[in-house]
T-cell receptor
Framework: GQQLNQSPQSMFIQEGEDVSMNCTSSSIFNTWLWYKQDPGEGPVLLIALYKAGELTSNGRLTAQFGITRKDSFLNISASIPSDVGIYFCAGLNTGTASKLTFGTGTRLQVTL | DGGITQSPKYLFRKEGQNVTLSCEQNLNHDAMYWYRQDPGQGLRLIYYSQIVNDFQKGDIAEGYSVSREKKESFPLTVTSAQKNPTAFYLC???????????????????FGPGTRLTVL
């Protein structure tokens, strides 16, 4: 099965810095979801996007649904130590019986 | 509290033995899913079920089996035919999209805490 390309694969940043990551696909999706996974735990849904061009915020997190419907972006502002984890994007087409296609993940580490 | 539970958190089995992983949800969700996660990788879909007594193969169904006899339960059996069973297994659920005109949010999947299976 297809997996979406996420970049960067990993990043080390200092507390207080802003973070940007993106997710690209060779095919179109009509829904994009962003999840965060802590070590040994299940992913937690952060943001859901339903319309091309949509920009949605959740606290310090902002995500965008790309105009081409083949990409999505996640920004974290003023990072804090608890932002550490793996961030996954997931694309969905409602015509495919609710099957999510997941990205390869971006591992974020925040230093003090 | 509403949510998805998976048990046990850690499971050890000898090679050649079948093992069943539990997944229960009290969110009244129609759809349930099983994913496998290997170290440093994303999630791959094993099986999914949109309604009771019905399920479909995902991308990596070989060596696994499921049942959906109750809305709230979707157990996964890892059989001896699965060549590399050691992995982190995640169960998820969503409201489902069987209804025409259902909101897009019905597709959002919510995950359980996972079961780490180690085959010795």
């Amino acid at each position: 099965g297809q997996q979406l390309n996420q970049s960067p694969q990993s990043m080390f940043i200092q507390e207080g810095e802003d973070v940007s990551m993106n997710c690209t696909s060779s095919s179109i999706f009509n829904t994009w979801l962003w999840y965060k996974q802590d070590p040994g735990e299940g992913p937690v849904l952060l943001i859901a996007l339903y319309k091309a061009g949509e920009l949605t915020s959740n606290g310090r997190l902002t995500a965008q649904f790309g105009i081409t419907r083949k990409d999505s972006f996640l920004n974290i502002s003023a990072s804090i130590p608890s932002d550490v984890g793996i961030y996954f994007c997931a694309g969905l087409n409602t015509g495919t019986a609710s099957k999510l296609t997941f990205g390869t993940g971006t591992r974020l580490q925040v230093t003090l | 509290d509403g949510g998805i539970t998976q048990s046990p958190k850690y499971l050890f089995r000898k090679e050649g033995q079948n093992v069943t992983l539990s997944c229960e949800q009290n969110l009244n969700h129609d759809a349930m899913y099983w994913y496998r996660q290997d170290p440093g990788q994303g999630l791959r879909l094993i099986y999914y079920s949109q309604i009771v007594n019905d399920f479909q193969k995902g991308d990596i169904a070989e060596g696994y089996s499921v049942s959906r006899e109750k809305k709230e339960s979707f157990p996964l059996t890892v059989t001896s035919a699965q060549k590399n069973p050691t992995a982190f297994y995640l169960c998820a659920s969503s409201m489902g999209v069987r209804l025409a005109g259902a909101p897009s949010s019905y597709n959002e999947q919510f995950f359980g805490p996972g079961t780490r299976l180690t085959v010795l």
